[in-house]
């Protein structure tokens, strides 16, 4: 099978009302070990439900379709193109991407509850462990040269199922810089090395700024689901 090509599986799919929504794994309540090395911070996190991928284009395209929410006539035209349908969405803004999220019935998540899906409760620095792997990713030592679809890398999942979350795409979070000015992506992307795509990294990113390298997950908290 071309895992380049391979449509994202039917099947374990949330729903909301009459929304589908991508698969979901949980992320437990407890304390967990995050930030850089050296400056480490133990942080106690609720439980969350946190999407197993980043948003594909095919659920990006459900939602403008349902929605009417208009986008740019290149990533309309990507969106319809099958062949990428199971690659995550990118050349969203941050306003973009929580307004998919507000229409799925979740959010974006806070910086803190991204990297604790990344790295569990050990504080591993890849979400498969202490030893970077390029076979575990789509990074530049892998040699992808693009995005990936997102069922590319299943020994890159972490303790609590989520899968890209080191390279592929940036992903938007929730956090503001301090002057409230940016957001913070994390993750890094195909076009970042080993030390970029380690869950602890985080940048400021301009929200208005839509690339080919930026995409989203969703989170639902307990309450919001059925």
């Not at 507000?102 to 806070?110: C, I, Q, S």
């Not at 679809?149 to 940036?170: D, F, I, K, M, Y």
């Not at 929730?174 to 380690?198: N, Q």
């Given at each position: 099978m071309d895992v380049r090509r391979h449509a994202l599986a039917a099947g374990g799919v949330a729903r909301l009302g009459s929304r589908a929504v991508g698969e979901h794994v949980e992320l437990p309540a407890g304390t967990y070990r995050l930030g850089e090395a050296g400056a480490q911070r133990a942080v106690a996190l609720g439980a969350i439900s946190i999407g197993r991928f980043p948003v594909v284009n095919s659920e990006l395209a459900r939602f403008v379709a349902d929605s009417g929410y208009a986008v740019a006539p290149a990533l309309a035209r990507k969106l319809a193109d099958p062949q990428l349908a199971d690659h995550p969405?990118?050349?969203?803004?941050?306003?973009?991407?929580?307004?998919?999220?507000?229409?799925?019935?979740?959010?974006?998540?806070?910086?803190?509850?991204?990297?604790?899906?990344?790295?569990?409760p050990d504080g591993r620095p890849w979400p498969w462990g202490e030893v970077f792997d390029p076979e575990c990713c789509a990074c530049v030592e892998s040699?992808?040269?693009?995005?990936?679809?997102?069922?590319?890398?299943?020994?890159?999942?972490?303790?609590?199922?989520?899968?890209?979350?080191?390279?592929?795409?940036?992903?938007?979070?929730?956090?503001?810089?301090?002057?409230?000015?940016?957001?913070?992506?994390?993750?890094?992307?195909?076009?970042?090395?080993?030390?970029?795509?380690?869950?602890?990294?985080?940048?400021?990113?301009?929200?208005?700024?839509?690339?080919?390298?930026?995409?989203?997950?969703?989170?639902?908290?307990?309450?919001?689901?059925?």
């Open positions: 969405a990118t050349d969203v803004t941050h306003a973009d991407a929580e307004a998919y999220c507000a229409w799925a019935g979740g959010r974006l998540p806070t910086g803190d509850e991204w990297e604790a899906a990344a790295r569990g040699g992808w040269g693009w995005t990936a679809p997102v069922t590319a890398h299943p020994a890159g999942a972490s303790p609590c199922g989520a899968e890209q979350l080191a390279g592929n795409v940036w992903e938007w979070v929730a956090d503001r810089t301090e002057d409230g000015a940016w957001r913070a992506v994390r993750g890094g992307s195909y076009l970042d090395h080993a030390w970029g795509v380690r869950a602890a990294r985080a940048l400021p990113a301009d929200p208005a700024r839509a690339t080919q390298t930026t995409g989203f997950r969703l989170v639902i908290d307990p309450g919001s689901r059925p």
